[in-house]
């Protein structure tokens, strides 16, 4: 079966570096895209990973290792607007996001 | 602007009553998507569409039922065969190339009562 697995829960200190990490378990793999959903919110889109390695974008960066079906989401500098849910969604190969439960983290000052 | 919409933000609706939620876009995507979350949970597929008139089940899609007459939307229809109908229900579209951004409403919080 197709299984997503993340920390359900996650603290960090603002200003500091926090690593969310996804396990993943597809049909096929077709790339794996990290989004962000702040509470009552809809998900925003923040990064798309289809090779092995690190992509960055500004204090977000997002890395792949297709061979151990292993990713993770990195955010430096964090500021209390960083408190959300991290949703890591792979794509299956039929092209279908599959949906992880997400990554609730909470920012204190 | 190109976007999704979706309408209501907030509907109530009474025990037994089909309820009807709409999602428009305009970003001239092929697929759409309609997801259903719960509290603390993540997003579960109910129906999704990569074409006009044509449309697939999701995991979820018992209760529920969509159409797809136009491109730019994609009603769910919420019916009394729904027997936990009060969720937070999100509407996305994207591309249907290889690479799939999926972009999404601001979502309808339904509460039955």
């Known amino acids: 079966g197709q299984n997503i697995d993340q920390p359900t829960e996650m603290t960090a200190t603002e200003g500091a570096i926090v690593q969310i990490n996804c396990t993943y378990q597809t049909s096929g793999f077709n790339g794996l895209f990290w989004y962000q959903q702040h509470a009552g919110e809809a998900p925003t889109f923040l990064s798309y990973?289809?090779l092995d390695g690190l992509e960055e974008k500004g204090r977000f960066s997002s890395f792949l290792s297709r061979s151990k079906g292993y990713s993770y989401l990195l955010l430096k500098e964090l500021q209390m607007k960083d408190s959300a849910s991290y949703l890591c969604a792979p794509l299956d190969s039929n092209y279908q996001l599959i949906w992880g439960a997400g990554t609730k983290l909470i920012i204190k000052p | 602007d190109g976007g999704i919409t979706q309408s209501p933000k907030y509907l109530f609706r009474k025990e037994g009553q089909n309820v009807t939620l709409s999602c428009e876009q305009n970003l001239n995507h092929d697929a759409m998507y309609w997801y259903r979350q719960d509290p603390g949970q993540g997003l579960r597929l109910i129906y999704y569409s990569q074409i006009v008139n044509d449309f697939q089940k999701g995991d979820i899609a018992e209760g529920y039922s969509v159409s797809r007459e136009k491109k730019e939307s994609f009603p769910l229809t919420v019916t009394s065969a729904q027997k936990n109908p009060t969720a937070f229900y999100l509407c996305?579209?994207?591309?249907?190339?290889?690479?799939?951004?999926?972009?999404f409403g601001p979502g309808t919080r339904l509460t039955v009562l």
């Open positions: 996305a579209s994207s591309g249907t190339g290889d690479y799939n951004e999926q972009f």
């Open positions: 990973n289809v």
